[in-house]
């Protein structure tokens, strides 16, 4: 997806209850972007939509006719919802994929329990599945297995809350996953997502995060920064911020642009 487009549905979607920060959206424009340039294609997929906010653009990802989003959610069902990890709403899911991706987007639902979809009922060959479900150990591991199972060659799998403290399950989860399924590779951890890619096709996106002009102009340059360290049997793109940097007082960086504005 264009840097400019996803810009604009961001601050679109800055309305919308949720839990994903503008550069995480960028990283998903970004590796989009790749795969479009290298004829990837297949429907998306999301387990665990809340109301919508990385849906619209996972949404707006499809290529209208050609292919679909798949989501998955108990929404008013939360007393199954094991872990805690999420409230959705399916009516307020509905009207901010209606208002943030116009046009004939083909989404289909899937109002339940991600441990009880499967494969055959959702289809496979997926270029894109999100997963941001139920935060527990083997849900997760459920729901990473599936996504193996669906995935096209060159699709890629995102795993919401790696390695956050609170959320040990997932961690749990994603170890057990690349222990027992050696076809994986992880390409990318940054913006509270890890990216997964068939190990056959990483280097394809693992060309892309290395390139620091690309990264730059989807917004996730300095003062992000890039290392890569071992995890597992494999290396480890890692963006964050260093240890020292102290973010700029609110709305300064605005001004600056502002006031040098050609």
């Not at 601050?11 to 503008?22: D, I, K, L």
């Not at 919508?52 to 199954?80: T, Y």
């Not at 459920?142 to 609170?166: N, Q, S, Y």
């Not at 060309?207 to 049997?233: H, N, Q, S, T, V």
């Amino acid at each position: 997806m264009d840097p400019n487009k996803a810009a604009r549905l961001v601050e679109q979607a800055n309305t919308v209850h949720g839990w994903f920060s503008r550069e995480a959206a960028m990283l998903f424009a970004l590796l989009d972007e790749v795969q479009q340039e290298n004829a990837v294609t297949g429907p998306l997929f999301e387990i665990g939509v809340h109301h919508g906010k990385s849906a619209c653009l996972i949404g707006a990802m499809a290529a209208p006719g050609r292919e679909h989003l798949g989501v998955c959610d108990v929404f008013g069902g939360q007393e199954s919802n094991a872990s805690g990890s999420g409230s959705g709403d399916r009516d307020v899911f509905e009207r901010n994929m209606r208002r943030l991706v116009p046009g004939t987007l083909d989404v289909r639902v899937f109002g339940k329990l991600s441990s009880a979809l499967r494969a055959g009922e959702i289809g496979t060959g997926y270029r894109w599945f999100h997963i941001d479900g139920g935060h527990n150990p083997n849900e997760a591991l459920g729901d990473l297995r599936l996504a193996a199972e669906v995935l096209g060659e060159t699709g890629l799998i995102v795993v919401d809350d790696p390695f956050r403290p609170e959320w040990p399950g997932v961690t749990e989860a994603l170890i057990r996953f690349l222990d027992q399924d050696t076809r994986f590779a992880p390409v990318v951890v940054g913006f509270n997502k890890l990216v997964l890619a068939h190990r056959l096709h990483s280097a394809l996106y693992c060309a892309a995060i290395d390139d620091r002009a690309r990264r730059a102009a989807y917004g996730i340059g300095p003062p992000w920064l890039l290392k890569e360290l071992p995890f597992l049997r494999d290396s480890l793109r890692i963006l964050y911020l260093p240890s020292h940097y102290r973010p700029p007082p609110d709305g300064l960086l605005a001004r600056i642009a502002k006031v040098f504005r050609p």
